[in-house]
């Protein structure tokens, strides 16, 4: 069972940037999706999730309104768009898939975890 997170790189500040987390091994299609980041010295921390039918998210307080997050079930695959990019976006991001079928913030009750992909927003 793996997820895959792609998409990370360089962007300035005020960009965009999509990730994406593909799922194999195994679907996913019953189990609510999360994204998470870590900054260098900080502790990882929630930043949105989706129950399993996509239709409800949840997001942290400091990307509300500019990150979305979404998925394809047909593809076992799920997104973080983020615009408006600023510098303390910056982090490696991580995407988990939770044990439950709803939205959920905190990570321990996610069970599977991707590799990370960095995203590093230049000011």
């Known amino acids: 069972v793996q997820l895959q997170a792609s998409g990370g790189g360089l962007v300035q500040a005020g960009g965009s940037q999509l990730l994406s987390c593909a799922a194999s091994?195994?679907?996913?299609?019953?189990?609510?999706m999360g994204w998470f980041r870590q900054a260098p010295g900080k502790e990882r921390e929630f930043v949105a999730s989706?129950?399993?039918?996509?239709?409800?998210?949840a997001y942290a307080d400091s990307v509300m309104g500019r990150f979305t997050t979404s998925r394809d079930k047909a593809r076992n695959t799920v997104y973080l768009q983020m615009n408006s990019l600023k510098p303390e976006d910056t982090a490696v991001y991580y995407c988990?898939?939770?044990?439950?079928?709803?939205?959920?913030?905190?990570?321990?009750?996610?069970?599977?975890w991707g590799q990370g992909t960095q995203v590093t927003v230049s000011s």
């Open positions: 989706i129950d399993w039918r996509g239709i409800i998210p």
């Open positions: 988990a898939a939770s044990r439950f079928s709803y939205s959920s913030r905190s990570n321990s009750q996610y069970d599977y």
């Open positions: 091994g195994r679907t996913f299609s019953n189990n609510g």
